[in-house]
């Protein structure tokens, strides 16, 4: 069975950082690109940043460049994502995502077919 | 960025009704190399994640029932529900991925009349 388990969400003071992790099961996690998507309290969903299926391409929103880090071992089958300079506009559920293209480079050209649960991060003093 | 406006932001349809949610991109997302739109329509229920219900505009993800559907091509997209059931009541969003940054449309919430 397909699964996604994403961790590491908490509540965090502005300018803190936080790492959030994603464990895959029942898949070849490294034949694939992974992503990550927030949605805002009552929101709408806000792509976050990809990584392909070999960790060398790597992709992300103007609005996380320079303060997130997406990255994957492909050897414990997880997912990352480093959030430093955190904002209150980063406060969201955060979930990750497999993108259906197989062994696909750079990444990033199709759909996401298997969503986690979700990791819960909020921003505030 | 590909900007995604989706129409209406809310609908209400009466059981065993057709419900049709619009989606247009600010720029063409059909790749003329392959022909493919690169447009997919996900369902989101409270507290869920987003589902995949269609990719590829028309593309019907497995397991996802028949009465769901997906059209249009370049910057016009829909999605069709026939026959509309109360387990259908959810945010629908239209996504592109013909370019990063992937994009989302603001959602349609879809209820019983």
């Known amino acids: 069975q397909v699964h996604l388990v994403e961790s590491g969400g908490g509540v965090v003071q502005p300018g803190r950082s936080l790492r959030l992790s994603c464990a895959a099961s029942?898949?070849?996690?490294?034949?694939?690109?992974m992503h990550w998507v927030r949605q805002a309290p009552g929101k709408g969903l806000e792509w976050v940043a990809l990584?392909?299926?070999?960790?060398?391409?790597?992709y992300y929103t103007d609005s996380v460049k320079g303060r997130f880090t997406i990255s994957r071992d492909n050897s414990k089958n997880t997912l990352y994502l480093q959030m430093n300079s955190l904002r209150p506009e980063d406060t969201a559920v955060y979930y990750c995502?497999?993108?259906?293209?197989?062994?696909?480079?750079?990444?990033?050209?199709?759909?996401?077919?298997?969503w986690g649960q979700g990791t819960l991060v909020t921003v505030s003093s | 960025d590909i900007v995604m406006t989706q129409s209406p932001d809310s609908l209400a349809v009466s059981l065993g009704e057709r419900a049709t949610i619009n989606c247009k991109s600010s720029?063409?997302?059909?790749?003329?190399?392959?022909?493919?739109?690169?447009l997919a329509w996900y369902q989101q229920k409270p507290g869920q994640p987003p589902k995949l219900l269609i990719y590829?505009?028309?593309a019907r993800e497995s397991g996802v029932p028949d009465r769901f559907s997906g059209s249009g091509s370049g910057t016009d997209f829909t999605l069709t529900i026939t026959s509309l059931q109360a387990e259908d009541v959810a945010v629908y969003y239209c996504?592109?991925?013909?370019?990063?940054?992937?994009?989302f449309g603001q959602g349609t919430r879809l209820e019983i009349k």
């Open positions: 995502a497999r993108d259906r293209g197989w062994l696909v480079l750079p990444g990033g050209d199709d759909a996401f077919d298997i």
């Open positions: 029942g898949f070849t996690f490294s034949s694939y690109t």
């Open positions: 990584i392909s299926y070999d960790g060398d391409n790597k």
């Open positions: 720029q063409s997302v059909l790749y003329s190399s392959n022909n493919k739109n690169y």
């Open positions: 590829w505009a028309s």
């Open positions: 996504q592109q991925y013909y370019s990063t940054p992937i994009t």
